[in-house]
């Protein structure tokens, strides 16, 4: 779809308010890979791969941390302000979607952005941080049996604005990105085309990313990932039951309890965080992890998550015999974030201070994040624009020592490969109340 090319008239800041959308639906996701383009046959062709290897590997690296630190940091402000809700996003899902951002923005717009997503841009070159990606992104849309993953941008551009060259190919090159001309004029056809859109490259699982567009809406940019993948180790049915779910002390329902009886998994008891970190994996390059905090301890895991909490437990996981419960549910959550982001240093572009002149030379800004997550969870695996499936199996002998692990109270969970982390949540209610 070809971008309009009629040339606006330059108008002063603050004369007109253009508006900048980003919509971002989810789901959860894990592949990586590397890609290196052929370079020329020479007598160092070996040396220079190894030296590519070395700069992709190394952004990799940073990339991890910082998606691992953005995640933590976003999950204690979401948490904090319902923390007695559910908790589902994508994180890096998010920085995707704001690192193309990125490449429109200039000055201090830009470096809230990037520093935003947690990264040290002495450590780690602009340019580092988009070919990491490039390579991320073109890892990804895998299909085969048990496991899917698709994922994208698109931009959908009013049929007045006029995007500048850079802009249009370094987001086409690096981010794989596609671009709709779309009458914003008329707004409710705008949001068809935008909703029909997320709803085919979800396969139905987000049908209305928009209930609605604003007046002053001349562009929106959408990230989406698609993720569906079986359980390594599948639950069967008939060992699901009803059980009790501890929601609080006051609150207690019934859920549909999967079991899954002498399951060999890798776990590990946290007693400094006082919590069960247990690993479940899919088929194909992802891994689920579910925390289970101790009784009233939730607070004291939320407070202490970071990268090094992460990977001390990844490195502590030990294969274990256990007998694991673990609810069946499906919940979604649905995220303005213009208000949140800016408490984590992303600010000036969401204001008339926004430098996105590498965009257009019109004087736009950010005026809604919205980020929708789904995540479906049962015996057979995961679906969704963000979904996780976890099986549990039936009760245990009485003089059997095999251990026993409940998720019959809230718990975290996080989805993740060897990298990166793709989706987080907090299942407080698995009835999605």
């Known amino acids: ?52 290897r070395d700069v992709i590997n190394r952004a990799f690296s940073v990339m991890s941390t910082s998606n691992a630190e953005f995640a933590f940091h976003l999950y204690k402000k979401l948490a904090s302000e319902n923390p007695m809700g559910n908790v589902l996003f ?7 979607a704001f690192a193309l951002l990125s490449l ?34 073109q890892s990804f849309n895998i299909s085969n049996n048990g496991f899917k993953l698709n994922t994208g941008n698109a931009l959908f551009i009013g049929k007045n604005l006029e995007l500048l060259e850079k802009f249009q190919g370094d987001s086409k090159s690096l981010y794989s990105t596609e671009a709709f001309s779309t009458d914003f004029l008329n707004p409710e056809l705008a949001k068809k085309q935008i909703n029909d859109y997320v709803k085919n490259q979800t396969q139905g699982k987000i049908p209305q990313l928009f209930d609605s567009l604003e007046e002053n809406t001349v562009m929106v940019l959408v990230n989406y990932i698609f993720f569906k993948a079986k359980w390594e180790t599948p639950f069967h049915p008939s060992d699901t039951h009803t059980k009790e779910f501890y929601v609080s002390e006051e609150k207690v329902i019934e859920v549909p309890m999967m079991y899954k009886n002498k399951l060999f998994t890798r776990v590990f008891q946290d007693k400094e965080l006082f919590c069960t970190v247990v690993e479940l994996k899919y088929i194909g390059n ?63 572009v969401f204001t008339n201070r926004a430098n996105l002149s590498g965009i257009t030379e019109q004087n736009i800004k950010v005026s809604k994040v919205v980020h929708k997550a789904v995540m479906d969870v049962d015996e057979a695996g995961t679906e969704a624009s963000a979904a996780t499936g976890i099986e549990i199996a039936l009760v245990s002998s009485m003089y059997d020592s095999t251990p026993v692990i409940k998720f019959n109270r809230p718990f975290l969970l996080l989805l993740s490969n060897e990298r990166d982390i793709f989706f987080m949540g907090k299942v407080r209610n698995p009835q999605n109340e």
């Open 286 to 348: 992802a891994t689920a992890l579910f925390i289970l905090p101790d009784e009233k301890k939730m607070k004291d895991v939320e407070d202490a998550l970071s990268s090094e909490v992460l990977n001390k437990w990844k490195n502590s996981l030990k294969q274990s015999e256990i007998k694991l419960f673990l609810p069946r549910f499906s919940i979604s959550r649905n995220y303005e974030l213009q208000k949140i982001l800016p408490t984590m240093g992303i600010e000036d």
């Open 104 to 137: 429109g923005a200039g000055g201090t717009t830009k470096t809230q952005i990037l520093e935003g997503l947690r990264f040290n841009l002495t450590e780690i070159p602009e340019a580092e941080i988009h070919r990491g990606f490039q390579e991320l992104i």
């Open 1 to 52: 779809m070809e971008y309009s090319i009629r040339r606006l008239e330059r108008v002063e800041v603050g004369k007109m308010q253009s508006t900048y959308l980003l919509g971002l639906f989810i789901a959860v996701f894990c592949a990586t890979g590397l890609g290196h383009p052929d370079s020329e046959k020479a007598p160092t062709d070996d040396l220079i791969q190894e030296e590519q």
């Open 90 to 96: 994508s994180p890096l899902s998010l920085s995707i």
